[in-house]
């Protein structure tokens, strides 16, 4: 029976494919043979005398007589169970089990996720199109919600009770998911805020990095600017070795003419000694001619300061400071208060350089132009400086003194106490003094060689200051009056304003001057455009209510500040 049975025929020539018996169809036609054996060995029809038992064994050991069915079984004892089943695996599916392979270490190490949502969640609340129940099942679901509606008789039916629930369920779904958006989206911006925090910390420290170098900078500037006086004091002694060697040389050959009269030796003699006597600029190399100092290069580090970021506070005068002016960022600054001092600060160190003495009263206007600071005083004189003969040293030894009595100029605790600067650091600053206002100076501006001054005595006077002299005197009243008389109207005359007079109203507020154009802000409200060339009033500007305080114009626009709390912008 087993023999006549085609399908438990096991096919052994065929290679390792599907007719192999390692395959499932030869795996189960083997199985079915050893049933069937086995059915017949102990059925209740089985044959005493153990005939099928013997044809079946025979039938058994004659297939595993046959060469393929010996290879294959001793390939599969070779072969493990792992490989066996890996064996049945495509290319693709074995790539694809490689590269999601973990080891046991990786799996026992997994932090703790405190998240309350999967990958698997995340990713179906942000792409709700990718899930199998996307736009379509919505579609679907709306289109039977309209039904559901057209159809209200049937509402008491189970087959509506279970819609409705389905559309709860699926609404609860969509809810779910908007809450896991929102907490993506906050863990966006909790990562999003680290990241800013850090980058804020890298910023602060090439900040300071950035400040470091500017601070080399400035040091390797003082350096160069020390090593070229040097060069030029080891030049001014080179250049009177020279003159004393030709002066020598002249010597020994007057020495061999015998002509020589006592007068013209006596003339010689004198001659030759005072070349010989070096001279004070020479003899002192700290009271050689100063020349004006540019810095080689800018800070940029104000650049990188967030808009309304306090940089350095001073504590720099015991009373109210009345003005103020300073040429570059990190530059150099000048300050006059009402305590009767004027001092010049190095922004980049913050530390005070000295004092300009010689004013008898306080200062309340000043300019700082390059190395030129003017500054105009209560005591009505006008001074000029040169900042460029200051004695100071960036490195903070005081002037005359030696670097191991520092005991520190800079002060970067806002509150500790100011340091006086060194005495004698200003004693070379002084020019010339201007003398002719009969009032106190309350405003200057000065462009190239041009200054103009406005002082309390109601005049504008414009000085030469190459000469140093006053050339033109500008009567603020009677240019007020002329202009009443030549147009005839109020619109130029003196008018009072409707403010009540201050003490901090000063006559003449503002004024500024570019090249033959002085714009002037007075005390009655009034801007007026003065002509230098002519010495006229141009044009007037009528719009404030009180004292005009401030002011600056460009080429097209002039903006105006006024004790009236108001800024006025026109048309130059």
């Given at each position: 029976?087993?023999?006549?049975?085609?399908?438990?025929?096991?096919?052994?020539?065929?290679?390792?494919?599907?007719?192999?018996?390692?395959?499932?169809?030869?795996?189960?036609?083997?199985?079915?043979?050893?049933?069937?054996?086995?059915?017949?060995?102990?059925?209740?029809?089985?044959?005493?005398?153990?005939?099928?038992?013997?044809?079946?064994?025979?039938?058994?050991?004659?297939?595993?007589?046959?060469?393929?069915?010996?290879?294959?079984?001793?390939?599969?004892?070779?072969?493990?169970?792992?490989?066996?089943?890996?064996?049945?695996?495509?290319?693709?599916?074995?790539?694809?089990r490689a590269l999601s392979y973990l080891p046991d270490d990786m799996l026992q190490n997994i932090p703790e996720n405190d998240n309350s949502y999967s990958l698997f969640q995340g990713f179906q609340a942000s792409f709700p199109e990718l899930a199998p129940d996307g736009k379509k099942h919505r579609r679907r679901v709306s289109r039977g919600r309209k039904m559901l509606e057209e159809t209200s008789s049937a509402a008491d039916s189970p087959h509506h009770l279970h819609k409705?629930?389905?559309?709860?369920?699926?609404?609860?779904?969509?809810?779910?998911?908007?809450?896991?958006?929102?907490?993506?989206?906050?863990?966006?911006?909790?990562?999003?805020?680290?990241?800013?925090?850090?980058?804020?910390?890298?910023?602060?420290?090439?900040?300071?990095?950035?400040?470091?170098?500017?601070?080399?900078?400035?040091?390797?500037?003082?350096?160069?600017?020390?090593?070229?006086?040097?060069?030029?004091?080891?030049?001014?002694?080179?250049?009177?070795?020279?003159?004393?060697?030709?002066?020598?040389?002249?010597?020994?050959?007057?020495?061999?003419?015998?002509?020589?009269?006592?007068?013209?030796?006596?003339?010689?003699?004198?001659?030759?000694?005072?070349?010989?006597?070096?001279?004070?600029?020479?003899?002192?190399?700290?009271?050689?001619?100063?020349?004006?100092?540019?810095?080689?290069?800018?800070?940029?580090?104000?650049?990188?300061?967030?808009?309304?970021?306090?940089?350095?506070?001073?504590?720099?005068?015991?009373?109210?400071?009345?003005?103020?002016?300073?040429?570059?960022?990190?530059?150099?600054?000048?300050?006059?208060?009402?305590?009767?001092?004027?001092?010049?600060?190095?922004?980049?160190?913050?530390?005070?350089?000295?004092?300009?003495?010689?004013?008898?009263?306080?200062?309340?206007?000043?300019?700082?132009?390059?190395?030129?600071?003017?500054?105009?005083?209560?005591?009505?004189?006008?001074?000029?400086?040169?900042?460029?003969?200051?004695?100071?040293?960036?490195?903070?030894?005081?002037?005359?003194?030696?670097?191991?009595?520092?005991?520190?100029?800079?002060?970067?605790?806002?509150?500790?106490?100011?340091?006086?600067?060194?005495?004698?650091?200003?004693?070379?600053?002084?020019?010339?003094?201007?003398?002719?206002?009969?009032?106190?100076?309350?405003?200057?501006?000065?462009?190239?060689?041009?200054?103009?001054?406005?002082?309390?005595?109601?005049?504008?006077?414009?000085?030469?200051?190459?000469?140093?002299?006053?050339?033109?005197?500008?009567?603020?009243?009677?240019?007020?009056?002329?202009?009443?008389?030549?147009?005839?109207?109020?619109?130029?005359?003196?008018?009072?304003?409707?403010?009540?007079?201050?003490?901090?109203?000063?006559?003449?507020?503002?004024?500024?001057?570019?090249?033959?154009?002085?714009?002037?802000?007075?005390?009655?409200?009034?801007?007026?455009?003065?002509?230098?060339?002519?010495?006229?009033?141009?044009?007037?500007?009528?719009?404030?209510?009180?004292?005009?305080?401030?002011?600056?114009?460009?080429?097209?626009?002039?903006?105006?500040?006024?004790?009236?709390?108001?800024?006025?912008?026109?048309?130059?």
């Amino acid at each position: 029976m087993a023999d006549s049975d085609p399908n438990n025929a096991i096919h052994d020539d065929a290679p390792l494919g599907e007719d192999s018996i390692l395959s499932p169809r030869g795996i189960e036609a083997f199985t079915r043979k050893v049933t069937t054996t086995a059915s017949h060995l102990v059925g209740p029809g089985s044959d005493p005398s153990g005939n099928h038992y013997h044809s079946a064994m025979a039938q058994v050991q004659k297939q595993l007589r046959k060469p393929g069915m010996q290879r294959g079984m001793f390939a599969m004892a070779r072969t493990t169970p792992t490989d066996l089943v890996r064996s049945k695996f495509s290319t693709t599916e074995i790539q694809s089990r490689a590269l999601s392979y973990l080891p046991d270490d990786m799996l026992q190490n997994i932090p703790e996720n405190d998240n309350s949502y999967s990958l698997f969640q995340g990713f179906q609340a942000s792409f709700p199109e990718l899930a199998p129940d996307g736009k379509k099942h919505r579609r679907r679901v709306s289109r039977g919600r309209k039904m559901l509606e057209e159809t209200s008789s049937a509402a008491d039916s189970p087959h509506h009770l279970h819609k409705l629930k389905k559309d709860r369920s699926s609404l609860m779904h969509e809810l779910e998911m908007l809450g896991i958006r929102k907490n993506m989206a906050s863990s966006e911006i909790r990562e999003i805020d680290n990241k800013i925090a850090n980058l804020a910390g890298m910023r602060r420290i090439i900040i300071d990095r950035l400040a470091g170098l500017e601070q080399e900078e400035a040091l390797l500037e003082h350096d160069i600017v020390d090593m070229e006086g040097r060069i030029e004091d080891a030049q001014t002694l080179v250049d009177e070795a020279e003159s004393i060697a030709a002066a020598a040389e002249t010597r020994s050959k007057s020495d061999d003419d015998d002509l020589v009269t006592d007068q013209d030796a006596d003339e010689f003699m004198s001659k030759s000694i005072y070349e010989k006597l070096p001279s004070s600029a020479s003899s002192t190399p700290s009271k050689r001619r100063h020349k004006a100092v540019k810095r080689k290069s800018m800070p940029i580090l104000h650049e990188h300061f967030e808009p309304g970021f306090m940089i350095r506070e001073i504590k720099a005068h015991a009373d109210q400071v009345t003005t103020m002016d300073f040429d570059v960022p990190f530059g150099t600054m000048v300050s006059a208060s009402l305590d009767d001092t004027v001092k010049v600060w190095d922004l980049n160190a913050g530390r005070c350089i000295g004092m300009l003495e010689g004013h008898t009263a306080s200062v309340r206007a000043l300019q700082v132009e390059d190395n030129i600071c003017i500054t105009g005083s209560m005591d009505a004189t006008i001074r000029l400086w040169d900042l460029s003969k200051a004695h100071y040293d960036p490195q903070g030894s005081q002037f005359g003194r030696d670097d191991e009595d520092d005991d520190g100029m800079a002060f970067e605790n806002p509150d500790d106490q100011p340091v006086d600067p060194p005495e004698g650091s200003m004693a070379d600053c002084p020019l010339f003094t201007l003398e002719s206002h009969m009032d106190e100076i309350t405003a200057l501006h000065f462009r190239g060689d041009v200054l103009v001054s406005g002082s309390a005595d109601k005049t504008l006077r414009q000085w030469d200051l190459v000469k140093g002299r006053c050339v033109q005197t500008l009567d603020v009243m009677w240019a007020a009056a002329q202009a009443s008389v030549s147009i005839g109207t109020g619109e130029g005359t003196w008018r009072q304003t409707s403010r009540p007079a201050t003490q901090a109203a000063d006559f003449v507020g503002s004024l500024q001057v570019f090249e033959s154009a002085l714009a002037c802000g007075t005390a009655d409200g009034m801007v007026r455009l003065w002509d230098l060339r002519s010495g006229q009033v141009h044009r007037s500007l009528v719009g404030h209510t009180g004292p005009v305080t401030c002011l600056q114009f460009d080429d097209v626009h002039l903006v105006t500040g006024s004790l009236d709390r108001s800024i006025r912008v026109s048309f130059a």
